[in-house]
């Protein structure tokens, strides 16, 4: 059974801090990585794709993987309490187009 | 605003009910999904649609029937349904199901309610 394995959290931080967010995953053939967000009530919203080893930057948002450790995380620079929500990290099945999703973690930010 | 647009909104239907909900893509992605999520839990797949043509049923109950009529609409018919089949149904798609960049874009979804 493939997995996705992400801690539940609440992860709180202060507002302008860094959230870091990690994610490990069981199938070392994996090769695409995302993270989701997700707001309360609301559908899943792409912020981050990463396929290859070392870090990707968009904006506040850093990804970085390390396919020998099997794993991916999520850092955002200068949180804001609009990036509270549930962050949802995925793989994709190999040979497969469908998304293996963690569990979450709920990100809280305190202003 | 999200390209992959889901109707209706909120459902509530009764045990003997049939419903259908509804997608579409205008991004001529040739993927198509059907998530489920219940409440504090991750989508869990249900159906994969590729090129129009059913390629994974994740062992979903007979009661829950998938349609694809063309590659930008996507169904989801519905007919005796029970209260634990309550939850967000998401549509999602992707450039190609094992190419592409694998990106997933999901609706707004679907919230089921059945009394």
């Known amino acids: 059974q493939k997995e996705v394995e992400q801690n539940s959290g609440p992860l709180s931080v202060p507002e302008g801090a860094i959230a870091s967010l990690n994610c490990t995953y069981s199938?070392?053939?994996?090769?695409?990585f995302f993270w989701y967000r997700q707001y309360s009530g609301k559908s899943p919203e792409l912020i981050m794709s990463?396929?290859?080893?070392g870090d990707k930057e968009d904006g506040r948002f850093t990804a970085q993987l390390n396919k020998a450790s099997q794993y991916v995380s999520l850092l955002i620079r200068d949180s804001q309490p609009s990036d509270s929500a549930t962050y949802l990290c995925?793989?994709?099945?190999?040979?497969?187009?469908?998304?293996?999703f963690g569990k979450g973690t709920k990100l809280s930010v305190k202003p | 605003d999200t390209e992959v647009t889901q109707t209706p909104k909120h459902l509530v239907m009764g045990m003997t009910n049939k419903k259908s909900l509804k997608c579409e893509q205008h991004?001529?992605?040739?993927?198509m999904y059907w998530y489920k999520q219940k409440a504090k839990k991750p989508p869990e797949l249900m159906f994969v649609?590729?090129?129009?043509?059913?390629?994974i049923n994740e062992s979903v109950p007979s009661r829950f029937s998938p349609e694809c009529p063309n590659s930008s609409l996507l169904n989801l018919h519905l007919h005796a349904l029970q209260p634990e089949d309550s939850a967000l149904y998401l549509c999602?798609?992707?450039?190609?199901?094992?190419?592409?960049?694998?990106?997933?874009?999901f609706g707004e979804g679907s919230r089921l309610t059945v009394l």
């Open positions: 199938d070392r053939v994996s090769q695409s």
């Open positions: 990463i396929y290859s080893n």
């Open positions: 991004m001529g992605h040739r993927a």
């Open positions: 649609y590729s090129y129009e043509k059913l390629s």
């Open positions: 999602a798609s992707s450039q190609e199901v094992g190419g592409g960049t694998g990106e997933l874009f």
């Open positions: 995925a793989v994709r099945a190999t040979g497969q187009g469908n998304l293996i």
